[in-house]
């Protein structure tokens, strides 16, 4: 007899497996693990990602599905980094606690033994000879405990300085993209929380730029990973190169980035969007080691402006629904949701 628990997860399980089969997806244990938590509404970030892509009816390809799992399920590694560092911080500041706490004590019965010398030499049946003696030993230990103390505290400022950086590295490398060396997604999504509560508070604009290159899987069938790998980075350079101030470019993931434009309205988001376009059809993809011209690299551009109060999420679609005619009309151009001059 299953106990409650065990029914819902049995459901869980049922209703992944069942959108495996609705979908055509390999029913691996990877991708049991995406349908899964999806279903159980345990990740609200995985839920939004899929709704958008099933609304749009993308469909969940091998490139895809390693995305998702990569993105929902890999992180954890990150952040078990940055705990683990932060951990090892926190047991270096509590020896630091420690040695000072010893070196109070010893400062306490120092202070003591003058107290105590003090007050029998004020005796003249008191010979002095064991009274000096002893000050002196005194002396010499609460030395060596100060040359310790300074010492360990030594040792450890430098552990805490290497493992503030190693902290600062793991944090990172966890905001960036592997590849391109920009922004990842997980940067950009807390960055896009961050802009939209400003813009919440201030009322100023905030454009949001979702940037897929045309014919990318040309590139890769052709030409092979090796070649497609490094026109995303070009296409992560150029964007780099076209963006200025509080504008932040990030790879969305796969073939897609985006660039998110606080304080800019949606008619100069569309010229950002443009400048963007054309700088593109200035480069060219040669290989490197034959130099033979392989391509034009094209890209398509779909704008957004955050309403006020929307959900994340929904901007995201619209941005992604322009996108998507962009590339039904044609391909190399930008489009905005809703169209400047609406």
């Not at 899964?36 to 490139?63: K, M, W």
């Not at 995303?232 to 993931?253: E, M, P, S």
């Not at 985006?258 to 443009?274: C, D, H, R």
């Not at 034009?296 to 704008?303: A, L, W």
């Amino acid at each position: 007899m299953l106990d409650d628990a065990e029914r819902i997860a049995t459901n869980y399980a049922q209703a992944a497996m069942a959108t495996i089969a609705r979908l055509g997806i390999p029913p691996t244990p990877q991708n049991y693990a995406v349908w899964y938590e999806y279903h159980d509404g345990s990740n609200p970030d995985l839920q939004r990602t899929i709704d958008v892509l099933l609304s749009n009816h993308r469909e969940f390809d091998e490139a895809l599905l390693d995305e998702l799992y990569e993105r929902f399920f890999t992180a954890g590694k990150d952040h078990q980094a940055v705990r683990e560092t932060a951990r090892r911080v926190q047991e270096t500041l509590r020896e630091v606690v420690d040695a000072v706490g010893d070196a109070g004590v010893g400062a306490s019965r120092y202070g003591a033994t003058l107290r105590d010398v003090s007050g029998q030499m004020q005796s003249p049946q008191v010979p002095l000879a064991p009274l000096v003696a002893r000050l002196i030993e005194e002396t010499n230990e609460m030395s060596r405990r100060s040359q310790h103390l300074g010492y360990r505290l030594d040792q450890s400022a430098r552990r805490i300085e290497v493992l503030k950086t190693n902290l600062d590295d793991v944090r990172r490398q966890a905001m960036t993209d592997g590849l391109t060396g920009i922004a990842n997604r997980r940067f950009f999504d807390a960055v896009l929380r961050e802009q939209a509560s400003n813009a919440m508070e201030t009322g100023d604009d905030l454009c949001l730029l979702l940037i897929d290159i045309d014919h990318f899987k040309k590139f890769n069938d052709t030409w092979g990973h090796q070649t497609g790998d490094e026109v995303l980075k070009l296409v992560a350079k150029t964007l780099v190169d076209n963006i200025k101030g509080q504008d932040v470019v990030a790879r969305f993931g796969g073939e897609e980035f985006v660039v998110l434009l606080p304080k800019t309205s949606l008619s100069a988001s569309v010229m950002v969007g443009n400048t963007i376009r054309t700088a593109f059809e200035k480069r060219r993809v040669v290989d490197k080691e034959s130099k033979r011209m392989i391509g034009d690299i094209t890209v398509s551009i779909g704008i957004a402006r955050y309403e006020l109060g929307e959900s994340l999420a929904e901007l995201v679609r619209r941005a992604d629904a322009a996108l998507y005619r962009a590339k039904n009309e044609g391909r190399n151009r930008v489009i905005a949701d809703p169209p400047t001059g609406a």
